[in-house]
């Protein structure tokens, strides 16, 4: 699954939100989470977890969001869709921003659907700030969009929104990427409304459910990230970005994330076919080592996948090199061995794709956590 914006690198820790199980009740409804950075194969374990619990995959994906961005965010299928729910998906047309509050209202809608109809949710994604606002209850400003000043920002370009936001709200400047618009025009959305920086307004709402994260880091991503980037030309990102521009225009701020914004340049003859490419791949490498810091600060995932067993590389381990062996378990590792039934469904669910022993793994800890 692709993801939109840079994650923010700040110094949340991951017990600064709501989210401690101690403070759970033990009955509440649970959560599951499966976390990566983009082309970890979250979307392949996330329909076989899926398929094998009769579970919806609620997509927390930040442009997952916005209708005809399809190819470029890596959007399960049409035939994956067909063979499980996924919800959150294509909510709100590229030229209407959805800010993450009203994400949040989106995803909580979708978790308590879920938790009515099977007892249990079960969140897939790499929008780092996205899923630690519904799981640990971040709270941003409750501050409504407002068209007029997001159109004098787009007006004024990138380039001198992101130096006006350093000077007035350095805090949020430093967690937000430089060529990333739509955080940058929402942090200062929140100021000319407020008054007060973005960074002084972040509170927790404790959520009132329990949290399983389970998270994937796999050895090969870098060669992953290659062979996505290289899909992602293959099968028509060029020809989605052209109807992309002629319906939202030139100024369109998503159409400048990872590939399209390369694509874009290609059509404009700025660059050729392996240099928009290469670039893409650049983007998203960079783009996932900023994933798997946020996920080392701000999450404790069981990492599933990795050369070891067990944890898998720590977020933080190059993507490419074997992971040192851990000192003690993890303490979410689960204990104990699944009832046969468990075995059974990852046999069948193994056959969609990811690697019988990981999908495993995978429902072994979603087993556990059920009861």
């Known amino acids: 699954m692709g993801s939109a914006f840079s994650p923010e690198s700040s110094t949340w820790g991951p017990d600064a939100g709501a989210s401690d199980p101690a403070l759970t009740p033990a009955d509440a409804p649970l959560v599951i989470v499966l976390l990566g950075a983009t082309a970890s194969g979250k979307t392949d374990l996330a329909i076989a977890i899926a398929e094998a619990f009769d579970l919806a995959v609620l997509s927390v994906d930040s442009r997952q969001i916005y209708t005809g961005m399809d190819i470029g965010t890596a959007k399960a299928s049409a035939a994956q869709r067909a063979r499980v729910r996924h919800r959150l998906l294509d909510l709100r047309p590229p030229d209407r921003p959805m800010n993450l509050q009203e994400f949040r209202a989106e995803a909580e809608a979708a978790i308590a659907a879920e938790h009515a109809r099977r007892g249990v949710a079960f969140l897939v994604g790499g929008s780092g700030l996205y899923l630690k606002a519904i799981t640990q209850g971040l709270e941003p400003p409750a501050v409504p969009p407002q068209p007029q000043l997001r159109e004098q920002l787009t007006a004024l370009g990138q380039a001198w929104c992101h130096p006006?936001?350093?000077?007035?709200?350095?805090?949020?400047?430093?967690?937000?990427?430089?060529?990333?618009?739509?955080?940058?025009?929402?942090?200062?959305?929140?100021?000319?409304?407020?008054?007060?920086?973005?960074s002084a307004q972040q509170g927790y709402r404790r959520p009132p459910w329990r949290v399983l994260e389970l998270g994937l880091n796999p050895a090969d991503l870098s060669n992953r990230i290659r062979q996505r980037s290289l899909g992602l030309y293959e099968t028509g990102l060029v020809a989605e970005t052209e109807r992309l521009l002629r319906r939202y225009g030139q100024a369109c701020p998503l159409l400048e994330t990872i590939g399209y914004g390369e694509a874009k340049r290609l059509l404009a003859g700025d660059l050729d076919a392996a240099g928009a490419i290469a670039l893409t791949t650049q983007r998203t490498l960079q783009f996932a080592k900023r994933q798997r810091t946020w996920f080392r600060r701000q999450h404790r995932p069981l990492w599933l996948s990795g050369p070891d067993r067990a944890l898998g590389p720590g977020p933080d381990q190059p993507a490419d090199q074997p992971a040192s062996q851990p000192g003690q378990q993890d303490?979410?590792?689960?204990?104990?061995?699944?009832?046969?039934?468990?075995?059974?469904?990852?046999?069948?669910?193994?056959?969609?794709?990811?690697?019988?022993?990981?999908?495993?793994?995978?429902?072994a800890a979603v087993q556990q956590a059920l009861g």
């Open 331 to 363: 303490s979410h590792q689960p204990t104990g061995q699944p009832d046969d039934r468990t075995g059974d469904r990852a046999d069948r669910a193994a056959t969609s794709g990811p690697e019988p022993d990981l999908v495993k793994r995978a429902l």
């Open 164 to 198: 006006l936001l350093a000077t007035v709200d350095p805090l949020a400047a430093g967690r937000i990427a430089p060529a990333d618009a739509v955080r940058t025009q929402r942090a200062l959305e929140v100021i000319y409304a407020t008054g007060r920086p973005l």
